[in-house]
Each structure stands twice: as C-alpha cells, then as structure tokens.
C-alpha cells in the first residue's frame, strides 16, 4: 500500500484566486497523479508528474490552469489557477505501486465561492 | 484512448442479497482491472483488483471476473451488508504507469 497526505483537505475559496494542493508520499515513486472528481461524477485525470521534468497534461488540461511541480520523487504540488466556481471539486494525488495498482490520497475538498 | 462504461448507475438491493456491476472496456491492450469503493467524503479506496491472466478472483464477499474475450468485467458483492453502501467505481489500464481509465461509477445502497 501507500501512505499519501495531501493539504489542504478542505478549502473554500473566493473566485479569482488560485490555491496551491501538497502531496506527499510515504516513499520515493517515480510518477505521481493527479486527478480530478466533481461533485457526482467519475475520477479524471489532469496530469502525470515525473520528477525532474515537465508534467504530461490530459486533453482538456493546461499548464496555465494546473501548473504542477514535483521538486523531489516524495512530493508534488498541483496549483489551481484562477478558480471558479466550476472549479469546486476533489482533488486526488495519486501513485502506482505494486504492480500497477493505483493508490489515492486523502483528497482536497475544494469549493469556490 | 480507452473507454470504460459501466453499468448499472444506480443499484438498491435487500441486505443478504448479491449485488452485481459490470463493466466493460474499449483497449484491447488492457491488462489490469481494479475496482474502488468511495464512501461518502472520503477517498477512493481500492477493493479488489484482476490481471488479465486471470478470470476470476475472490476475496471474502467480493469477488471480480474478467472475459477478456468480450472485453467485459464484472464486481460481484455476496450476502449485501449496509456498510457496502458507497460508489463504486470499476477501471482499466494497461500497466507500466500508463494511464487508468474509470468507469463512471455506481451508487450502491444497500436496504437493512
């Protein structure tokens, strides 16, 4: 398994601003995940973070919008830019471990106001 | 790309029965089927995963199976408790980091 905390859990947030989501790993992965939930729907993912280069971002998914880093093979940050209120969702780190399997972290709540 | 679609949306069954969501998938370079439960507020956790060189597999209750033929799998839930009230999701991926695909995810409620 995976240890993953991710901050903030919970945020609510004014429109126009943007917030910045901490992940880290118990130990070193070499890729690291992002994904997205809205309210009722499905897990998307946004990008894939390599260490020590630039992040692969989904269709529908842009730098500007998500810039994400991964300074290190335990840690990685996803900002979201300039929100609104679309941009009210879950946010989930995520690594792969043993053998393909996908393992979450505790999530980030966000809602924009 | 891969796309997974699953089905029933929405499943109500009586405590003590079985519950069944299927799901099927587009790439035939899937290799890997893992299955998440998503309580209310909380993460996806994963419950049960098969590889393709595998048909079924079982743990407890849950049990998966995979028709790599028809490029369908299936979750199987037996003697339902309210606890497994949740969403599930079902996903595929072919390993090797490359991306997992989700399905998008069944309500199961479970009536005591």
């Known amino acids: 398994s995976a240890v993953i905390s991710q901050k903030p859990s919970r945020d609510i947030c004014q429109r126009g601003t943007s917030l910045t989501i901490q992940c880290q790993v118990d130990?070193?992965?070499?890729?690291m995940f992002w994904y997205r939930q809205q309210p009722g729907q499905s897990l998307t993912l946004i990008a894939t973070a390599n260490q020590g280069s630039e992040a692969t971002y989904e269709s529908g998914f842009v730098i500007d919008k998500f810039p994400i880093s991964r300074p290190n093979l335990t840690f990685s940050t996803l900002t979201v830019s300039n929100m609104s209120p679309e941009d009210s969702s879950i946010y989930l780190c995520?690594?792969?471990?043993?053998?393909?399997?996908?393992?979450f972290g505790e999530g980030s709540w966000l809602t924009v106001v | 790309g891969e796309n997974v679609e699953q089905h029933p949306s929405t499943l109500s069954v009586q405590e003590g029965d079985s519950a069944v969501i299927k799901c099927t998938y587009s790439?035939?370079?899937?290799?890997?089927f893992p299955w998440y439960k998503q309580e209310l507020g909380k993460r996806p956790q994963l419950i049960i995963d098969i590889r393709s060189n595998v048909g079924e597999k079982k743990d407890q209750r849950i049990a998966v199976t995979l028709n790599k033929t028809a490029k369908h799998f299936s979750l199987h839930i037996t003697e339902t408790q309210p606890e497994d009230s949740a969403v599930y999701f079902c996903a595929a991926s072919p390993g090797g980091y490359q991306k997992v695909t989700f399905g998008t995810g069944t309500k199961l409620q479970v009536i005591p």
């Open positions: 130990s070193q992965v070499t890729m």
């Open positions: 995520s690594v792969e471990r043993d053998g393909n399997t996908i393992y």
């Open positions: 790439d035939s370079a899937s290799n890997y």
